[in-house]
């Protein structure tokens, strides 16, 4: 039995309140030999002062040395097996842009191509058409129509866009039909298994439908399809964790990852500030927040180390903000690490900090990697991290007598 | 492969003795922010002279946040998969009176009850009916006699008494015939699988015996049944580890288990002091020995911080004669956490010291919590304490070539 299915079996409810204050990319690296990584140079002192009364501990994602994708990284923060439950990439496409994928959904990449009078294709990208010209064109192929399947279509951005089927018994498993190069037409949807059979009937008979509808297209007069996905059948929050989760997030991404778990998204905030407004707002309507800031890891990718730094200065500046509501457990952390030197997500373990009334003192001074090396929680896979919280949260019967 | 089979395939006798020296709920909490724990409190120079020469850890007894009970606890502590080997309710409850289940038990949770002469239950506790007064009447069902069964009646406490079925294809899958509500007859005996259906028959057979002889009693006339369990079928300490072991304990619950897993019961000590008079005395005869400490849970238990102190102070004590037979590994630890301050069994890891003469020496400087996080253990699955003592015992051969 793995550690959720035991927290579902275990779990009580009370009035306690969960937060996970997630500054997405958080875990880094110094520039220099022996220097600080950029949660170490931030000021942190809102930060510092919980790790001083709670506990700290690094968190492999998914393995050690295993570098998480947003997906991946999330469901594991998330309690849940990430390996076990992979979000396909049209999955992830449609939840990215917001979709609310449902359990009879297939999901789908797509491609505008510059196909050729014979057919062929000419330009896999349809000259990296920009997006306030491509988005008309994929919201214009929300016209095609099939019976028995309800089909939706949502721009991207620049050749990119996203379609959904929703229908019963739509498998999955369908080849892409991107031929990865020039000069031939794409191909034809192949099913991999019976399941999958119809999904790919209904891609042969959308493509044939958009095809007259961008004929007269300059350059996005065809399309190619890849990464067909159902979307992951992972059981809800409140199945496994009998909590009621609000998910506060900027970026349609992550709020389309929490949705995937069952949570419910609340308000529409645009900075860090706002996300806390809402998170005051919802206090008394829910019992587990997921907040989530995302510019530790858009500046991590940029390789911008102090820019890095003062993203974390600005996530710890609301910490009191959150503390002053009063959570039972506050957990600070991120959903993998993003070093500046590197400019991409890295298999690094990411810095936990649990905050409770509950904590076993570690010693720990302040929050950062050197000094979760000495945390009290140690060094843990990431779906140990919601059981702990539900622990000190004293939402967890004993097992056994 | 779990790591007890690992071990059961690589282990090689050898003279060498191993102790286990169980402090129970060992494991604390501060109750003032920043403050010691109950073990870091205690004056323990014999433990920490230990600390000094062996190695620390911190042991998660089930999984991280997981609380766990006296019987998954010890069985953790005992190298077998807790959630693997669940203990049922009944076989819990004989065993910590003392009987000694076997591989063709069923073991019942039974209570006295008041039935009105319409063979409702007016009482589910038969009034609360005092021990000196159900005892006799439990010892009295020892009449109850079926054909191809032999029947076990052990008085509990108050209208607690404990039955055990013992023959050929008895299932524990039976539904209780407590209906949790008085007004209404007790249940019958329900099986949940084909392998339970005699168990279930034989059940039935004894509440119509059984209630012919109390027929006669004011309070206890009737009984219902719980918790049908068989005992959990783990391999022996002699077939996994090629141990000959003793368990020295003052309770019978922990005599119990210690049985569950097949080791000998030495000894009926009263006090600490007493237990290591036979732990001398035995000395010689086996080569594995667990001794368990009860009050350091039981003071725990009560929310009495000072008082554990004192347990632990008084477990302390007891080591140099322990140190003194010449053990080749000696591990101190307890079988889960119960801190004063929570008054109940926790999550929160426990600390292990092991001491030996193939210990790579870690810096510790005593016995402690927060001393165990820099320990050469780490943190790490119960399961995992056995394979390591076998280890120092230098009872394990090299896996592969």
Redesign the interface.
């Known amino acids: 039995?793995d550690?959720q299915s035991?927290?579902k079996e275990?779990k009580t409810a009370n009035d306690a309140k969960i937060v996970f204050y997630v500054a997405d990319g958080l875990g880094g690296l110094p520039v220099e030999p022996g220097g600080p990584t950029e949660l170490e140079a931030a000021k942190t002192p809102n930060l510092d002062a919980l790790a001083?009364?709670g506990v700290l501990g690094l968190m492999d994602m998914i393995a050690p040395g295993i570098t998480p994708g947003s997906g991946p990284g999330h469901l594991g923060l998330f309690g849940y097996d990430p390996v076990k439950h992979l979000i396909g990439r049209g999955a992830l496409e449609a939840t990215g842009v917001g979709f609310k994928l449902g359990r009879k959904d297939v999901a789908i990449r797509c491609n505008f191509c510059t196909l050729d009078p014979q057919g062929n294709i000419a330009d896999r990208r349809a000259g990296r058409i920009p997006t306030d010209e491509s988005a008309p064109l994929a919201i214009k192929l929300r016209q095609v129509k099939i019976p028995g399947v309800e089909i939706f279509v949502e721009p991207v951005r620049e050749h990119r866009f996203c379609v959904v089927f929703r229908g019963e018994g739509l498998g999955g498993n369908v080849a892409d039909t991107d031929p990865q190069k020039t000069g031939v037409p794409p191909l034809d949807p192949v099913p991999h298994d019976p399941e999958s059979r119809r999904t790919a009937e209904i891609a042969k008979q959308f493509f044939t439908q958009a095809l007259k509808i961008l004929a007269d297209q300059p350059k996005a007069n065809g399309l190619t399809m890849r990464g067909f996905a159902c979307a992951p059948h992972v059981p809800s929050y409140e199945e496994v964790y009998g909590l009621k989760p609000a998910a506060i997030a900027v970026y349609p991404m992550y709020k389309g990852l929490a949705q995937l778990v069952g949570m419910e998204i609340v308000g529409s905030p645009a900075t860090l500030a706002e996300e806390i407004d809402v998170l005051e707002k919802a206090w008394n309507d829910y019992d587990f927040f997921f907040v989530h800031f995302k510019y530790t890891d858009s500046r991590g990718e940029d390789g911008n180390f102090p820019e890095k730094v003062k993203m974390v200065e600005q996530f710890d500046a609301q910490v009191p903000r959150i503390v002053k509501l009063g959570p039972k457990v506050l957990v600070v952390t991120g959903d993998h690490s993003t070093p500046a030197r590197l400019k991409s997500h890295s298999w690094h373990p990411v810095p936990v900090l649990l905050s409770s009334d509950?904590c076993?003192?570690?010693?720990c001074q302040k929050f950062g990697e050197r000094e979760a090396l000495?945390?009290?929680?140690?060094?843990?896979p990431a779906v140990?991290l919601m059981?702990?919280?539900?622990?000190?949260a004293e939402k967890?019967?004993?097992?056994?007598?």
Chains 1, 2 share one sequence.
């Open positions: 039995m550690i035991l927290v275990l001083k009364q509950t076993r003192p570690d010693g000495a945390g009290g929680l140690g060094h843990f140990c059981p702990l919280a539900m622990a000190h967890l019967e004993k097992f056994g007598a």
